[in-house]
T-cell receptor, first 113, second 111 residues
């Protein structure tokens, strides 16, 4: 079974803090993704990566950055957290072939006070 | 970003009833996925569909890839209380890694 592990289930941070969300997958997947999920808005893609050190912006990259130094790890960074970044963050991974399904972690519920 | 139209938005059904939900898109997709998300958890893949007209089952769940390649259907037979959750569809167009997700169908089962 594919295992996608997000480092924290719940996280509370303060406005202006730099926040790191970590995601690790154990299936040697080429592609990794970060989404945020908000009521009524569904899943929105923030960033994705199709290889080590490669990244592409998704639909809502503003206020976020990412890092992929190793194939198994994809980090989402909130440079200066704001209250409108309070959300559920989901990491996913997939094999590199086109059409492969994405497998999700359990999510990190982030609250910015 | 683009989203799929998923219906119904929510359903309340009696235990034992069958359930149907669907997703439609203005774009043609090569892959359709169906996920279930329990409260406080991440989405779990239920069924993947790769060919127009394909019908695939996973236990009490059956999903179909529409002939037009612009829609997909998920049926749950003889619902049980643990079927409660949010069901998402996702579609993938040719030449991209970016899935487009539906807004979800929230299912509640009354015992």
């Amino acid at each position: 079974d594919v295992k996608v592990t997000q480092s924290s289930r719940y996280l509370v941070k303060r406005t202006g803090e730099k926040v790191f969300l970590e995601c690790v997958q154990d299936m040697d997947h080429e592609n990794m993704f970060w989404y945020r999920q908000d009521p009524g808005l569904g899943l929105r893609l923030i960033y994705f990566s199709y290889d080590v050190k490669m990244k592409e912006k998704g639909d809502i990259p503003e206020g976020y950055s990412v890092s992929r130094e190793k194939k198994e790890r994809f980090s989402l960074i909130l440079e200066s957290a704001s209250t409108n970044q309070t959300s559920m963050y989901l990491c996913a991974s997939s094999l590199g072939h086109q059409g492969q399904p994405q497998h999700f972690g359990d999510g990190t519920r982030l609250s910015i006070l | 970003g683009q989203q799929l139209n998923q219906s119904p938005q929510s359903m309340f059904i009696q235990e034992g009833e069958d359930v149907s939900m669907n997703c439609t898109s203005s774009s043609i997709f090569n892959t359709w996925l169906w996920y279930k998300q329990d409260p406080g958890e991440g989405p779990v893949l239920l069924i993947a569909l790769y060919k127009a007209g394909e019908l695939t089952s996973n236990g009490r769940l059956t999903a179909q890839f529409g002939i037009t390649r612009k829609d997909s259907f998920l049926n749950i037979s003889a619902s049980i209380p643990s079927d409660v959750g949010i069901y998402f569809c996702a579609g993938l167009a040719s030449g991209t890694y970016k899935y487009i997700f539906g807004t979800g169908t929230r299912l509640k089962v009354l015992a």
